[in-house]
């Protein structure tokens, strides 16, 4: 899987994704490239690899750091595909100068979650930058895991309900209100979800970590790659009201916000009930916040009845978030 964070320069994500795939085509036995990891098939198991880079601003946020945000970001791309993770990479590249105080509190919070998770960091590489040259630290993560089924991005279905974990966009808007020094109580919502989705994993159609594009990159591409019409419901959106207050204060679009310790997921009718009794166990948000229909695109149900497309974002998205 090849993924890319939008920056400054003007690409379009998906376009240019596409552009590298056409040059860098080499698939041999993996599939599921273009989902959240790719998978080989073992015969009575699933391999299922994936890997993610890291450049956040600022590096020390309210819930977290980058080392957290690495190793969760990791595991979680490998848990919503069905898979529980075997082993995780880690390569650094540090900035010349860059304080050994703050490397080792990194350090540790990766060390936290390994032990937390039983995860283990197996293998890395380290490397110091001439200053100047690099933002002060960058964090590379990939990891493997075993799956007996996989999660598809396209197994979502006509009649199935769409819920999600808990509420969403607390990491965006924890980094945002810590850089423009608002004060807020909201902090990231990062943590690793293995365990909420292997309880409910074997009900689940279609699952995906609202990352970067936040809600709506995520849930176009379920709808898109299932053919599927999802209408979401604007009296049920997971967003917290300081979540809501502080995105029309900045000016943003709430369902491009992203989370980094939640999960959105399409589970058919005869088991949603059962799905967020397990899941409400790990946090009372949970809930369903749409249907899927026959059709496709994505459209929100506002509270007047009328339907509002919801595209897939487009242009600069928010700078140095994951």
């Not at 650094?92 to 039983?118: H, M, R, Y």
Request: with cysteine; charged share 25%; hydrophobic share 35%.
């Amino acid at each position: 899987m090849i993924e890319l964070e939008q920056g400054g320069g003007g690409f379009k994500n998906n376009e240019l994704i596409k552009e590298l795939r056409q040059i860098i085509n080499l698939k041999k036995d993996w599939s599921n490239i273009e989902d959240d990891s790719a998978v080989y098939d073992l015969g009575n198991q699933k391999l299922v690899f994936t890997t993610d880079a890291f450049i956040i601003d600022p590096i020390f946020f309210p819930g977290g750091d980058i080392g957290k945000i690495a190793v969760c970001g990791t595991i979680n791309d490998l848990a919503v595909m069905g898979a529980q993770p075997i082993g995780l990479s880690l390569s650094i590249v540090i900035e010349e100068g860059f304080p050994k105080k703050d490397l080792l509190k990194i350090a540790n919070s990766i060390n936290q979650i390994s032990q937390e998770t039983q995860i283990p960091i197996v293998t890395g590489d380290t490397k110091v930058i001439d200053k100047g040259k690099l933002d002060k630290i960058e964090v590379t993560t990939s990891g493997v895991g075993l799956a007996d089924n996989i999660i598809n991005n396209s197994g979502c279905q006509p009649g199935d309900n769409i819920i999600t974990s808990g509420d969403l966009g607390e990491h965006g808007l924890a980094l945002l209100a810590y850089r423009f020094d608002y004060q807020t109580k909201i902090k990231s919502d990062c943590q690793p979800l293995i365990n909420e989705i292997n309880s409910v994993k074997n009900y689940l159609t279609s699952a995906k970590d609202p990352t970067r594009g936040g809600l709506a990159a995520n849930i176009n591409e379920i709808a898109k790659k299932s053919k599927v019409k999802i209408i979401l419901d604007e009296k049920k959106l997971p967003y917290k009201k300081e979540v809501v207050a502080l995105t029309n204060l900045l000016g943003l679009d709430i369902f491009n916000l992203p989370s980094e310790g939640r999960f959105i997921a399409s589970v058919g009718q005869e088991n949603t009930e059962s799905v967020l009794n397990k899941l409400k166990e790990y946090n009372k948000e949970a809930k369903i916040i749409g249907q899927v229909e026959m059709g496709e695109g994505v459209f929100l149900k506002t509270k007047f009845n009328s339907l509002r497309k919801i595209e897939m974002p487009r242009g600069k998205l928010i700078p140095r978030i994951c």
